[in-house]
């Protein structure tokens, strides 16, 4: 017997609704000009509205006027103040609307602002987990693609919202107009106009559903733009010949991202054939009354020509109330991603946190209590069952092999991270009840990633353009040995960094920026401070000099430094040494030569390295 094993079929995904429909997101817009006291778009926005309805009857009204007249037989000068009469409306009614347009963009600009800003402060002060968090990351991308520029859905929606409200009073207008005629054939307008809404908004919805597909292929194509101009890469693409390869990733991505929108195109080409389909039987039957009524009732040339007009008119109006709900839909999707965005849930206590108001001259204890974490998705821990304490104004040093979880546990201390199982105290009280951002406060750290911004460097240092001490941005510089440098530059603590913005920029080196970050931690002056592999782009010599005025510049302060060179934790009050995920070895750095353990075994192998290389120079 032959048993034949048929594979299930994979289950659709659930259709994934947006959060806000069109009237909600509608209203939080007007709300959003109105709390960004841009009342004037509003304004503005229905006064377009008002002047297209008045243009629009007026071209209405003044072919049949004309008509009329000479059907009349009225005298030449009535039948020439008939026409400048609408003309002269019709030049006013232009002109202010020309200058309305022009002016209202101002405005729309202004709150489209109000969105970049929103979603610049959230990027930058979200919880730290959610900025490994893919699905924030991809309803980043798409939130910044709606505020991208005037065309978006950010800005681009008060045009939409004005349109529509210019074709809600036209519509009035011409069915108050049209009431005269057969209910049926309007009936007949509004129901084929309606059918090919329904189809419009249906498959207008497929990119909104696959929305995260579109996600992925924008964040290649952005990551491989980026790596491609990064100067830090530039060396790696020569010596390696990574530009063949940076060339086809980047073709790849944009071949995938062009098959989308191909595919995409093709459905929204259904919802543009089947408006075609319904326009001609709508506007057919139309046509097709307004004659026989000119054959059976006899209308006059000039009512026939008004209602010929007001009918086409009519359907104008309709089209444009559904086809402006079509695009009022889609541009809702993607301010309703926009919002999504913008509320994501914080894993932090920020706000509703107990305040903190970290000072120098107070003593602070952190604790770790059987702390485990393992990143979320990962079943596997990078920590396990740690219990540390970092004392009031002691030196720490974490030291253990790459991967070994040195600077998960500092990030742990720092407050980027929860635990996943034990807690993390300051003081005694666990730090998840205090307001994270003043947490954060407590510490000045160098981190192995860091950023320059593209200011002086005082700015870089001083981390702020308003009211910064220079005295202290010197003494600081001082204290992280790069005050020489500075001062032979041309234009000192006011040299530019960061060459994508300033031509006249300058770069500094790998050891010269390390120096920058520690000054930068020094003039934050936070009663801890964290050093992750401060001095990885220094040579030995230039790194025993800085260590030599490590104790000065932590006296008195509580200081966790991860090294990978077990040399440098001599002056340290306490090492451990991590691996696997536990604190495996502690002491002081002769305590652990003592003990003859890993980290023995480890800096006498970095030992002879050092011998070794010290010999082949001499």
Not at 517 to 527: C, E, G, N, T
Request: with cysteine; glycine share 6%; proline share 2%.
């Amino acid at each position: 017997m032959v048993i034949i094993m048929q594979e299930a079929k994979p289950k659709k995904k659930a259709r994934q609704k947006p959060k806000y429909n069109m009237l909600k997101n509608s209203a939080y817009m007007i709300n959003l000009a109105w709390k960004e006291k841009e009342k004037k778009v509003l304004l503005l926005s229905v006064l377009s509205a008002l002047l297209s309805v008045a243009n629009n009857i007026l071209n209405l009204y003044i072919s049949p006027s004309v008509l009329y007249a000479v059907e009349e037989k009225l005298p030449i000068s009535q039948l020439v103040s008939v026409i400048l009469f609408f003309i002269g409306l019709m030049i006013l009614c232009s002109a202010s609307a020309s200058y309305i347009n022009t002016n209202i963009i101002y405005g729309r600009i202004q709150v489209r602002g109000a969105f970049i800003t929103a979603l610049n402060k959230k990027n930058s002060t979200t919880s730290y987990p959610n900025t490994g968090d893919e699905k924030f990351k991809k309803l980043c991308a798409k939130a910044n693609e709606a505020t991208s520029c005037n065309s978006e859905a950010t800005e681009a929606i008060w045009g939409t919202l004005t349109n529509l409200t210019e074709n809600i009073l036209g519509f009035a207008i011409y069915i108050a107009l049209l009431a005269s005629l057969n209910l049926l054939m309007i009936t007949v307008i509004i129901a084929t106009a309606l059918t090919g809404y329904l189809i419009s908004k249906r498959l207008n919805e497929y990119e909104y559903r696959h929305r995260e597909e579109v996600s992925e292929h924008e964040n290649k194509m952005w990551y491989i733009s980026n790596r491609a101009e990064d100067y830090s890469a530039a060396k790696d693409i020569r010596l390696f010949a990574v530009k063949p390869w940076l060339e086809e990733l980047g073709a790849k991505a944009l071949n995938a991202y062009l098959a989308f929108h191909k595919k995409a195109n093709g459905v929204y080409l259904w919802s543009k054939i089947a408006d075609l389909f319904l326009t001609f039987a709508r506007n057919g039957i139309a046509y097709a009354y307004l004659v026989s009524l000119v054959l059976k009732n006899g209308l006059s040339a000039s009512e026939f020509l008004l209602y010929f007009s007001a009918v086409g008119g009519f359907s104008a109006w309709i089209s444009g109330i559904l086809g402006n709900l079509s695009v009022l839909h889609r541009q809702s999707l993607d301010i309703s991603t926009v919002r999504e965005c913008l509320e994501y849930p914080e894993v932090f206590n920020f706000e509703n946190g107990i305040p903190l108001k970290p000072e120098n001259n107070k003593k602070y204890e952190i604790k770790l209590v059987n702390v485990s974490f393992r990143y979320p998705e990962s079943e596997k821990y990078i920590l396990e069952k740690i219990n540390l304490t970092l004392r009031s104004g002691e030196k720490l040093a974490v030291v253990g092999l790459n991967g070994a979880g040195k600077t998960t546990l500092v990030k742990l201390i720092c407050g980027f991270y929860d635990p996943t199982e034990g807690q993390v105290l300051l003081n005694g009280k666990d730090i998840r009840e205090y307001n994270r951002s003043d947490y954060y406060k407590m510490f000045s750290a160098v981190f192995q990633d860091f950023s320059l911004l593209a200011g002086t460097i005082a700015v870089n240092i001083a981390q702020t353009e308003d009211n910064i001490d220079l005295e202290k941005v010197k003494s600081c510089a001082d204290r992280a040995g790069l005050l020489g440098k500075i001062e032979s530059l041309p234009d000192g603590f006011e040299t530019y960094l960061n060459r994508n913005v300033y031509e006249n920029a300058i770069m500094l080196s790998g050891g010269e920026t390390q120096r920058l970050m520690l000054a930068r931690a020094l003039y934050k002056d936070s009663p801890v401070i964290v050093l992750d592999e401060p001095t990885a782009a220094l040579d030995p010599i230039a790194e025993a000099d800085l260590y030599k005025k490590y104790n000065e510049m932590t006296m008195g302060k509580s200081s966790v430094y991860i090294s990978h060179r077990l040399a440098s934790t001599r002056f340290c009050d306490r090492i451990i040494f991590i691996e696997n995920g536990r604190i495996a070895e502690e002491g002081t750095h002769s305590e652990l030569l003592s003990l003859g353990g890993q980290y023995s075994a480890l800096f006498e192998v970095q030992s002879k390295y050092y011998r070794e290389e010290a010999s082949e120079n001499e």
